[in-house]
């Protein structure tokens, strides 16, 4: 999982508790990087919010052991990689790395005493001046931009991401963050960089800042929702009333007063994010091999067999994107909700292509012909056939033109 933010529109509630020693292994006041509280943990790391030449920030902190063997040297070549990765980017639609910065972590040395007695140093004494510290380990810290508004993967579950389906501005805003999606990803395969783990996960919200405080603004969008003409309809349950019974599921909640403003849907831009499982490509190499990783419910066909990772097989995780935007809610609940409806028909455990088939037939049935045949060709089976992320730019630019005018 990413370490992000909570989601918009509550913006940034930070920890106030951060350990005095964080900064003073940054350098202490003198340091470019100044960090102020804890944004979120993670299973390799903490990120933090702070500040970095004046800007706000977000220092992404990783531990890298000296010695590594096995699944700790993979997380370090996948550090380093990243890195190098997100420096080489830059594009309004993803997530800006502005610097990094590697510290060693020293471990005290055992005394003759302590060493003779117990086999190792004792943890409260200091140093002294003759004594040699041996570094084993490292703390990686990454400086990027700061996201204000969650990941795509919250706006989803709180139904705040829109809905094509459900028509009016809720239809422009997931129409919008599809495109920004697939910008950020152009750009990165226009650098012959594979994202390698595309999900709303790993999607980060940024909400524009008016008048130079974020909360005013919510406050002043939550204040006007009442009064909004181009307010989306109810949510539709999830995930779909063509192909299900309107009884089947619960609805989804109704959207919070802020995300039904329009100004408000405006504001908000998606930025592709968390580059630890990308790969670089040779300028002659159209995949990589061998390479079994991703998310199992949006892995194409090829990587989960054959592990060929390349940018076509992007195109079909972005798929899986398309749907969830498509109904406003995350393709885990649409997947839940299937197979509950499905207990006693079938197989207990249906499979995520087939899953995808049987939405695909749904949104068919609705007027959104050329966003669902633009979904139905991320999933061709043989990845020459699915259309580049320049090509689905083209096409989602035609289709929110089209929305915009009718």
């Known amino acids: 999982m990413p370490l992000r933010p909570p989601s918009f529109p509550r913006f940034i509630v930070a920890s106030r508790h951060l350990p005095r020693h964080q900064q003073a292994e940054l350098g202490g006041r003198d340091s470019e990087i100044q960090v102020s509280s804890v944004l979120g943990r993670g299973a390799f790391g903490v990120v933090y919010a702070g500040r970095w030449r004046s800007l706000p920030v977000a220092v992404k902190t990783l531990v890298l052991p000296e010695a590594a063997a096995g699944p700790e040297d993979r997380q370090r070549q996948r550090a380093v990689l990243e890195t190098a990765i997100s420096?080489?980017?830059?594009?309004?639609?993803?997530?800006?790395?502005?610097?990094?910065?590697?510290?060693?972590?020293?471990?005290?040395?055992p005394s003759a005493e302590d060493g003779a007695a117990a086999g190792g140093g004792s943890p409260g004494r200091?140093?002294?001046?003759?004594?040699?510290?041996?570094?084993?380990?490292?703390?990686?810290?990454?400086?990027?931009?700061?996201?204000?508004?969650?990941?795509?993967?919250?706006?989803?579950?709180?139904?705040?991401?829109?809905?094509?389906?459900?028509?009016?501005?809720?239809?422009?805003l997931a129409l919008r963050l599809a495109l920004d999606v697939a910008r950020?990803?152009?750009?990165?395969?226009?650098?012959?960089?594979?994202?390698?783990?595309?999900?709303?996960?790993?999607?980060?919200?940024?909400?524009?800042?008016?008048?130079?405080?974020?909360?005013?603004?919510?406050?002043?969008?939550?204040?006007?929702?009442?009064?909004?003409?181009?307010?989306?309809?109810?949510?539709?349950?999830?995930?779909?009333?063509?192909?299900?019974?309107?009884?089947?599921?619960?609805?989804?909640?109704?959207?919070?007063?802020?995300?039904?403003?329009?100004a408000f849907h405006a504001a908000v831009t998606a930025k592709v994010a968390d580059f630890g499982l990308s790969l670089p490509l040779a300028e002659d190499a159209t995949h990589q091999s061998r390479l079994y990783q991703g998310t199992p419910s949006r892995l194409a066909p090829e990587v989960a067999s054959h592990g060929r990772l390349s940018a076509r097989s992007d195109a079909w995780s972005y798929g899986t994107m398309l749907i969830e935007l498509f109904y406003g809610c995350t393709f885990d609940d649409i997947a839940d909700t299937f197979m509950a409806m499905l207990v006693g028909s079938g197989p207990a455990k249906m499979e995520y292509r087939k899953l995808c088939t049987l939405l695909l037939q749904d949104m068919l049935r609705t007027r959104e012909h050329s966003y669902t045949l633009l979904t139905a060709s991320c999933f061709a089976p043989e990845p020459h056939n699915r259309p580049t992320f320049e090509d689905i730019v083209t096409q989602l630019k035609q289709i929110m033109g089209a929305a915009e005018q009718g």
């Open 184 to 262: 950020g990803v152009a750009h990165m395969h226009a650098c012959r960089i594979v994202h390698g783990d595309l999900k709303p996960d790993n999607v980060l919200l940024v909400v524009a800042e008016e008048g130079g405080d974020e909360q005013q603004h919510a406050s002043a969008a939550s204040s006007g929702a009442g009064e909004d003409a181009t307010a989306p309809e109810a949510p539709l349950p999830c995930p779909g009333s063509a192909s299900l019974p309107a009884d089947a599921v619960e609805p989804a909640p109704a959207p919070e007063p802020a995300l039904r403003d329009a």
């Open 126 to 172: 200091r140093l002294g001046p003759d004594e040699i510290t041996v570094a084993d380990a490292y703390k990686l810290y990454i400086v990027q931009e700061l996201c204000n508004g969650g990941s795509l993967y919250d706006a989803l579950v709180r139904g705040m991401a829109g809905s094509v389906r459900n028509g009016g501005s809720g239809r422009l």
């Open 87 to 109: 420096l080489s980017m830059a594009h309004e639609n993803v997530v800006a790395t502005y610097t990094y910065m590697l510290k060693p972590l020293v471990q005290q040395p």
